[in-house]
């Protein structure tokens, strides 16, 4: 069992910045892969970026050159740094061990003047 727990989210005006983390409450090492997807309503939950244990990484084409995901395995935690907002960005942000059933509850990020 492991809970995932995302922070970070917020209300930032258009071209500005987030950084979403993801605290694990136990070794992501464990975990090859970690993920953040986001939701809008009505909407299916899309990928946004995954990173692998060695640190290779894969982004949603909507986000690259804006977002970059990391990982700090002695931190257990998962970060995605957003910059370059766009209001079509505002979504629910999950965090994901992916390959597994754990989801974190998700964190609102709204984009908007």
């Known amino acids: 069992q492991v809970q995932l727990v995302e922070s970070g989210g917020g209300l930032v005006q258009p071209g500005g910045s987030l950084r979403l983390s993801c605290a694990a409450s136990r070794n992501i090492f464990d975990f090859n892969f970690m993920g953040w997807y986001r939701r809008t309503p009505g909407e299916e939950r899309e990928l946004v970026a995954t990173?692998?244990?060695?640190?290779?990484?894969n982004y949603a084409d909507s986000v690259k050159g804006r977002f970059t995901i990391s990982r700090d395995n002695a931190k257990n935690t998962v970060y995605l740094q957003m910059n370059s907002l766009k209001p079509e960005d505002t979504a629910v942000y999950y965090c994901?061990?992916?390959?597994?059933?754990?989801w974190g509850k998700g964190t609102l990020v709204t984009v908007s003047s």
């Open positions: 990173i692998a244990g060695g640190g290779i990484t």
């Open positions: 994901h061990a992916v390959y597994s059933a754990y």
